[in-house]
Each structure stands twice: as structure tokens, then as C-alpha cells.
């Protein structure tokens, strides 16, 4: 008999019912005794079609202060993040909130000094590549000096396509923010400017506006140039690609594994179409990590508010760039506080 | 709030602690209520080590009949599955059981002629590569019929290296255990005569009598010719390796995935040596299916005391053909009952 | 300047013509001075078309004595070949013979003998995977001890298609002839017996009596086991494999490069539907090497009459096991004469 | 019997030994005739390393006027290409060039003149990559449509290692300088600007002004973003990468089929560390195809004086961008003359 957390999640859309029906089937030693939705029945109904039951606030100020709620899990709407992880930290539980942690870099370092008010970490950001099992043996391979120091680092971020709305700033700030993120834990360095070209267009989207692809290049303090293909309408797939390229060597992130054809003349495996099978058991392994510490009342291990404001900060800068026609921007990231060195 | 299953688990060996500690920190909605060893204080060190706490019962009866415990899962070493197994039907609880089920085919027919008695299965095997992940896609793709009626399939079973005394004998009971059973599940067909030949021996074995590698050729009823290459002691890793040719096409198993390094002259990548690494999801996934149908009273859907069976008889003349120095050993096992087909 | 060889060429048909292109366009220093067909016309067209000169003989004893003709190249039709290298080797002509050598392993044994006479090797059998690099790459790291003794080989041979008049001898005798050979050279050991599995019959063939896939299973002196799937209609591409499994690790021989597609959510790569294009730069390896040697008044150093005598008698073999209804057939091929041996 | 063309080489160094020995032993149909080093005694050594004879001129004025040379390949020092090929130019010979065509854009754009007061091309540039198989291949697929209209590319152009006088010049001109050539002619298009990123330096060179790795960025007029990461001392070997990235899917260059290994717990294959060997089959094609055309008196089909233009105006504007600090330079190249397109 091991001790049961208990979840109250707020925001039961597309990621947050993924979300419950993660935290009630898959993920164990948890209990979800609160939900909370801004749409009045949402929550509701999703937990009849899982099976589930829960209490359903209307208020998710509500859902805070229960005592039945231990730790609060955010995956309401982007511009609901702020004035929810601010309260639930205001109340003292530990809070999961999924990326981006907020709208800009401000409200980023809002919640990052609210946080650390309380003394210890108290929240943790959803930047799942950081438990997808590829890219933690990627970074022991860094770690361990196999290749050496690193100096360039080659990633892709194709999405199979994206609606006519899914515009030049949302490529930055929903797609290649996973690229910023995960780029400056694995190389375990902090970016120094950044600048985004912009090919020429695919014919797959109309607005003359929307650039796709874009390259989003960055150089970090020590001098690793780090190139981001961020292409949303490639048309063949969703393709993660990360090569770093050390002094001695070079570490390439490997895919996930299918069974190969030899048919019609062709040797050929299936890619992804789906981003969220290609994380699915990052996701799985985040919530384990993040459950196994809160339940044990113990911080979070997992990305943290810095991090958050670290993107924040960064593909603001990308948008500055964009915006002035490929300009490179320096960035003044501050040194990390000490409050997120473990 | 979802249900919590009660399981009761008799074995706490290498196996038993495993999916002790996967039912209590992997598997969600389940409560380990019971252990049970033969060896007196192995249990509870065990669960001492995992920060759990259960009954512990010096007697497997026991703790079949405890009315806390709703599941019973056999991990227990070989020779004690059959009664086991038969002691849990009896009492007329689910009963999940380590492969191989029985020591031999009787012993086999048994289990299934017992529960056959409960009008409905109670048993579920532990073959978990039928919850692997590339195998459900392999099978999926075999039964599309994208590569037309199979013909042959090429199979390996290798271990980085075993023991003295893992003989010739345990290869094919232990080892190629595995692929008896999964061919005939992934290629739907019942196998009509077997035959191990014994190529020359490896040095890494001191044993003249101990022929490794062996490889066992099995023929179907429909004509499918299976060659599995058996290598307990291949050095170099675990590794498994499934192409099924077809009429129209080639589907080959893939491996799991591991960064790609490229250094000294090689591009390479990591060969798995611990074959619990290669299965875990499996492993993983095998419990969530069995528990979510048993959790509702609903017979478990996995290997079935009949594969047990067929795997039983087929291993036995696989080892009759090794005593008559690879003479080919014809099998007349006998349709699957319509019990067994859903 | 470099010396020029005379070169006559007996039989231009598909392989003739193909060779008399290669040795016209492609290898440096030879001359093409003679041809020779049994179809009146049919050479001088060939020569026309390739926009060549060469006399032209109506007998192939003529070319054969001209002495503008210091080298003998045989690409006649199968029947011929026997009457034609013994009468090259009795006017004392250096001669490169496709495979095979001659029709059964009688008349193979004659041109032997035949040789022996000569007090050195004056002939080269067309077994031209002999030169291909990839083979010659695997056949160094077996040599270099890299990965132990040999213990097994996995091969396939597939064709695309077929006509339905190439029947289980064709599949014999001109496909699975090739792995016959090249393994014997490949693990510098003989065979022992040979026996053919007759798996299910695909459906692109319609005569019921030729079976297609074949499994040739083969084992030699020292115990290594080899298994050649040879399936002359698997319908999606020329296909060759051969793993070398020994002691310390695999050794897999390497396909033809082809430029990677992601397209359409598949990763892929062309398989070559054609085997010339597959051998390709072998066949011009196997002609530069024939002639530096014979040139030079050497002896050619490529596969001899002797690897023709054994792969006549071990197909031999196969077909009378194919006849026995798989029976394994014991193979007793005398030690390779001195006279073979460099 | 064919027509065998005579060919003098004017430098006799590491490539001009090996392209004698290649046109003497490798190249059907060429006889060369004349040789011709700047350093007394030297060309004679290698014809006698050889086994070659051939006429051994002190002046190359002389080999470029002698009857019996109909064509000439220059494989001077790269000071020397300019007058040697001018004077070819001006006797109306035929001229086979190494790169660089010559040491800048001005002494190129003298070249082009030259050629065009003849009527027809008469220089061929030894940019062989046109020549590798894998290249066309790369080509045959964009040209074809199959990825839609390229975007973007993706280049590596690796070194194991290099002097330490291998200077970030000698970086763009000798290293760089083949993906300048190659993606021009792969993407049909041409350079609208250029810019040299600087990379954390390798600890592999000991002069700080020597920068390695570089990015070269390279944007076409239709706005293909093309980037090549130059290294030329990565330690693990010569590494060559294309991939291009197009509307509907990315085609990938292969590398070099080496023999795979499984041993020691590690799936690997080899990585050439030597240039020559990558492209070897590509200078033999080559060459092939040069003597093919000027055999029988056409103008030569590979790659041109205007593409020695190109590159060598490129080339240096790399240069400047990496003296001022990696500032893009915009290029002003004209149109291809009407002369130089088919
Ligand atoms: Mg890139
Ligand atoms: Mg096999
Ligand atoms: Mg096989
Ligand atoms: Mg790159």
C-alpha cells in the first residue's frame, strides 16, 4: 500500500483531458479529486467518457483551496497560466504547469520570484523532451565527454502541417520554444544572441505573411552555433532531428523504432504523423518524476520557472528578429539564481 | 477516483520483485495486498527495500484464499507453477503466471482442462512480447496483408551470455521458448514438424555437450517455414532479430532506439546486453491490459493456457530432435479448442 | 603506353554483349579482336551497334587459333562452355569462362584435369562476386579474426520476378549457384551436406511443381551452418543478404547506397530491381583483375576450375535433395588439389 | 578496335600521379603520351614507379604543342592552372582543369573569355561530385519533382584532421568551395548572398586565428537558405552530408555501403577518413565521360569555366564575410551566358 497524491487539474481541453486520462489510468499512486474547466459542463463531460469521477469546480480559485487538492495541475488556455500558477503558489502546492509557463518574459519572472518566496521550488514546467529517454541518453553521452566539448548543434522541427492560422509567431513560440528549451539544458549553456532566417515559402500555406520554413540560429555564451529548421506544413511528417557536434565526435538523437518494409521496390519505415505519440511516454515518465517527488512533498526535479523565463525571454527575441527582417538580436539572459542550481 | 484491483503475487525471486515493484510504482489502480515466499523473510525484505507494505504469507494457499487478495500473479520458480496455477483456478481467482505455465505439455493440459471448467478463461501467460510495441505493429502488418501470405520467417535469439550451466536444454526452454510462442500467435498458424540443428559450438561454453548456437526449424501447417537462431553466449549483446517474408514483401522487426555516435573512424550505435531492458514497456503494457480487464471481471485477453500448451509441446519435441541429433520430430497438436478462440 | 591485350570473345549474346561493351568501353588496355557467335550475323550486329570492329568467326576453333587472340573469353550458352574452355586450354590459351563452368561436376572434373596439365592455372570461372568490394570487406574482417570463428551465415537470394520456365533447378543451378560459391571462399571451409527446404509455394508462380522460396541449408567440415533463402519471385526487388555470425560478433554485408526520401510519412530507399546494376563494378573489377594477370603472362588469381568442380557437385547435390523431397544429401568433395592452393 | 586519344598531364604531383595512373590502368582507350613537372627529374620517377613510358617534357608550353597531345589535364600547383590553361586555350586544345580553376574571380572571368572566342567549350573543371553516382542520384530526384521546390539544405563537408597551415582560407577554398560548386548545379539556382559563421574553435588547432568549425550560409535568388557546416578536423573522419529539403519532402545524399558489425555491444559501421577513397568511383566517371566527348571532338559536358567563375566569386566573398566577423555579403553574380548553357 503506497500513499495516493491527490491531483485537482484545471483546463480540461485537448492536452488536459490527455492529461487526466494519463494521471487516472496510467500513472500510478494518483488520484485526480478535482477538476476544473472555464467552459461550464466541459470538465463534466469528459469525466463521464473516461469513467471518471471527480469533483467539478466552476472556480478554479475553488479548486486551489481544497483540501482534498494537494498539488494543482495547469493546462488551461496560454493566457490563463500566469494567474494560475501565481495562485496556486500563492497557496502553497506544488504546481505542474504545462509550457509555455506564460504569456511573455515578465510574467515569467513574476512567477519566478513568487516561487521563490516560498523557499524551494515549488512548480515545474511541461518541457517533456527533457524525459524522453532518447534525449536524456543524448545529454549522459554530452555529459560523459564522448564527444568532447560541443561546438554546433543541427535540429529539425517538422510538423506534418498546421492551419492557415498557425502563423510565423506561433512557429516560434508553441513549436521551436521546445528547441530553445531543451537546446540550453543539453548543452548546459546560455544563448548569447539569436537570429531567424526565413527561406523561401512553401506553397503549402497562402498568407504571403507566414513564413515557413524558418531557421532559428542561435550562439550560446561559450560559442555553440545551434541551427533550428522549423518547418510546420512539411507535408511528410512530425520529424524531431537533434546532431551535436563536439570536438571528438558527433551524437545524433535516434527516432522512435518501426517495423521496416521491403516492398515495390522499396525499403521503407512508417514516420510519425503525431506529435503526441512521439512523446507519449516522455509524457508518462514526466508525471511519474513529478508525482514520486510532490507525493513525498519533496520539490519537483523537472524543468523549472527559470527555465520557462529563459524561453520566454529567448523566442521573444526570435519574434524581434522575424519582425526586423532576419536581424541578429543579442540577448542579457542573467545568470541563472541560485535558487534553481540543485 | 477508478477502482483498485487487489493482487496477491507468490514468488519474490528476480522476476517477482520486479513486478512487484511495476504493480506498485508503474501500474496505476492497483494495490499489491499480498506476498508470499517460499523462503522464509525473502518477501518481506523485499518489500522493505521497496517502502511497501503487504500481508506476507509463509503459505501460497493462504494467500490464495485471502479474501483481500482478487488477483493472484504466480512468479514463483517453474516446478511450482502447475500447482499454483491449479490451486489459484480452483479457488476460482484470475490468476496472471510466469511463463513457461507447466513444466511440460500434461501438466499443461491440465491447467487447461481446469479451467475450462469456469466456462470462461481465468489465466493469462506471461509472454509479454505479445504487448511489445514492434510486435503488435509486425502482426498488424502481417494481417493487413501489405506483405501478402508469409512464407518464411528468419528469427534470432541471442544473450550476451549465460552461465555453465544454461544448457542446451534451457536454451530451447527458457530461450527459444519465446519465439515458439510468439510465431505461431504472429503468423496465426499451428506448427507441423520441428528440427534443431546443431552448428559447431562456441568456445565461450567449456561443456562439450552444451551445443551453442543451435538453430530450430519449425514448419507450419500451412507450409511456413520458421528457422530461429538460438545463441545464448554471442558476446556481443541481447539481440532480437524477426523478418517475416511474404508473397508480396518483407516486414522486419525493428530494434529498440539508442543514439547514434560518430567517433573514432565509426558510426555506431549502443546493442542493448539486459534483456529486461529490451521488454520493460512490454512488461509494462502486459500488466496495464491484464489488470484493466480483470479490474472489471472480464477474462483476461493475453497467451492463454492454450499457448502455454502448444509452446509446452513444441519445446518438448525441439528437445526430443537435440537427443536424436536433429532428426526431424513431427508434432500433431490438435486445433485450439473453441474456448480459447474469442 | 602500356601493353594492349588481344582478346576474343566467344558467344555474344546477353552476357557477351555486355561484356565485349565492358571490355571495349570500360577496361583499360585490352583490344577486342575476335567474336564469334553460333547465330550467323548476330556478333557482326552487336559489333555495329557498340560501333566496334572485330573479325567476326563463324567457328569458335578459328577464333580460338587465331593468333591475333591471346586471351579466350566464353560467354556462349551453358552446353557450350565445356567443349570450349577445353579446346582454349588445349591451344594454350589463357580463358575466362562465365559461370558455369561446364554442366554437371563429370565435365567439370574433365577441364580440371585438363588444366593440370598445363603446370599452371590458365582459367578463370565468372564468379564475379569474388571482386564485388562489400564481399571482399566482409571476407577481410572474417580473415582478420574480428568477429571469431565462424559459426553460422544467413543469406538470402532474391529476384524480383522470374519467368515460369526457370523451375527449382534454374533457382538451383544459376541463383543459389552464387552463395554456393562465394560462401565456400568467403569461410575457407567445404561442405559437409547440403539439404533444401520446400516452403509454401507463392502464388506468382503457377506450375505447382516448382517450388518457390527454396531454403538451402548447407554445412561445413568444421560444423558452420549456412541457410540461403533463395526466392526468385519475391516481387519487390533484387535482394542479397549475408550475415556471418561468429564467436565475437556478426558481420553483415552492406547494400548498394541509394539516396534516403521522407515523403508521405515513409523514410525510404530504392532496392534495385536489376542484378546487373547490383554487380556491377565487381564485373569490371573481376575484367581489370583477369587481364593485369594474364597480360603479364600470370596466371589469373580469380575463382578457379576447382571452385567450378564444387559448386557443380555441391548444386548437384541440392537438386537431388530437392528430388528426395528434402532429404539431407552427404557431399564428399576431395580436399582441394596443391595445384589450387597458391 | 576504338580510337584511342592522346593526353598530356602538366603536374605531376599527389593528384597528378594518380590521375596518370588512372588514365593509364583504370580509363579505356587513352594513351598518355607527354608529361610534364616544374620540378626536373620528378615526373620521369613516378613513369618509372609506374612502369610507364611516356615523353617527359621540362616546359609545359612544349607538352600543350606537341602533335601528339590532343588534350591537356592540368594538375599544377593551383598558382599555376591560370596561364597553363590560357596557353591550352590559345594552341585549341582541349583542357581538363583540377580545381580551382584558377585564384580568383578575375583571372576565371579571363579563362571564360577565352574560351568563348572558340566557338564551343573546351574546358572541363575537375569538380567530380557532378560525377558521383550519389550526387545524380540527388539530382535526378529534385530535377524529377519529387520533393516539390527545394527550401532549404542542409551540408556537411568533414576532415578527420589537417596541418595546422590548413587555415580558415584554405578552409572556404579547398573545402568549401565543392558544396559551393555542387549546390548551384543540384539546385539550379544562383547565390543571392553569402555568410561565414565562427563557431567555438576545436581544440584540435593551437592558432586562435584559425577558426574550425565555420558555417557557410548561402541564400539563393529563389531564397533557398543553404547551409554547410565546414570542419576539417573532427577527428572521427571525412564526412560528406546533403540533405535537401523541399515542399513536399527531403531527399538525403548516402554515404559509402561499409560492412555493419555487431560486437562488443555496439551496432557500427565504418567512416572513411580518407577523400580519395570517397570519391573515387566519381573521378574514374569523370574521366570516363571527359575522354568520351573529346574522343570524338565534342565540347566536354561537366562542369565549366562558368562554374569555376562561380565558385571562385563566391569563394571569396566568403572570405570577406569571415574578415569582418561573419557580416553577410551579397552577391552580384550574373546570368550564365547563353554560351554555357546547353
Ligand atoms: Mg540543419
Ligand atoms: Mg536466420
Ligand atoms: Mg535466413
Ligand atoms: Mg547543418
Known amino acids: 500500500m503506497t500513499k495516493t497524491t491527490k491531483v485537482g487539474i484545471i ?21 485526480v479529486t478535482a477538476v476544473c474547466d472555464i467552459v461550464p459542463g466541459k470538465a463534466q463531460k469528459v469525466l463521464d467518457e473516461q469513467g471518471l469521477q471527480a469533483k467539478d469546480f466552476a472556480d478554479y480559485h475553488e479548486l486551489i483551496n481544497d483540501p482534498e487538492v494537494e498539488v494543482v495541475v495547469c493546462t488551461a488556455s496560454n493566457e490563463a497560466h500566469y494567474e494560475i500558477v501565481m495562485a496556486a503558489l500563492k497557496a502553497g502546492k506544488f504546481c505542474f504547469c504545462e509550457k509555455p509557463l506564460a504569456l511573455d518574459a515578465k510574467q515569467c519572472m513574476d512567477v519566478v520570484e513568487e516561487e521563490q518566496k516560498h523557499g524551494r521550488r515549488m512548480l515545474q514546467v511541461g518541457f517533456m523532451r527533457h524525459y524522453a529517454p532518447e534525449y536524456v541518453q543524448l545529454k549522459n553521452i554530452i555529459d560523459s565527454g564522448q564527444i568532447g566539448a ?10 506534418q502541417t498546421q492551419p492557415e492560422e498557425y502563423d510565423s509567431t506561433r512557429s516560434i513560440i508553441e513549436t521551436a520554444i521546445h528547441e530553445i528549451d531543451v537546446m540550453h539544458w543539453l548543452l548546459n549553456d546560455d544563448y548569447k544572441n539569436i537570429k531567424v532566417y526565413l527561406p523561401k515559402q512553401t506553397r503549402h500555406v497562402q498568407n504571403k505573411d507566414i513564413r515557413d520554413p524558418q531557421i532559428v540560429v542561435m550562439e550560446t555564451k561559450s560559442g555553440i552555433n545551434i541551427s533550428v529548421e522549423v518547418f510546420v506544413r512539411c507535408q511528410y511528417g512530425y520529424d524531431i532531428k537533434c546532431d551535436v557536434i563536439g570536438e571528438e565526435g558527433v551524437a545524433e538523437l535516434p527516432t522512435v523504432p518501426q517495423v521496416a518494409l521491403r516492398k515495390n521496390a522499396k525499403y521503407s519505415t512508417e514516420i510519425l504523423t503525431d506529435w503526441k505519440a512521439r512523446f507519449e511516454s516522455a509524457y508518462d515518465i514526466e508525471f511519474r518524476d513529478f508525482i514520486a517527488h510532490v507525493s513525498e512533498d519533496k520539490s519537483p526535479a523537472g524543468p523549472s520557472a527559470w527555465d520557462g523565463y529563459v524561453a520566454a525571454v529567448t523566442a521573444d527575441a526570435a519574434l524581434k528578429s522575424i519582425e526586423e527582417g532576419g536581424k541578429t538580436q543579442d540577448l542579457d539572459i542573467p545568470e541563472s539564481p541560485k535558487f534553481y542550481k540543485e
Open 11 to 31: 483546463g480540461i481541453g485537448f492536452i488536459g483531458s490527455d492529461h487526466l486520462n494519463r494521471l487516472t489510468k496510467t500513472i500510478a499512486n494518483v488520484d
Open 150 to 159: 560541443p561546438l554546433m548543434a543541427d535540429c529539425r522541427h517538422y510538423n
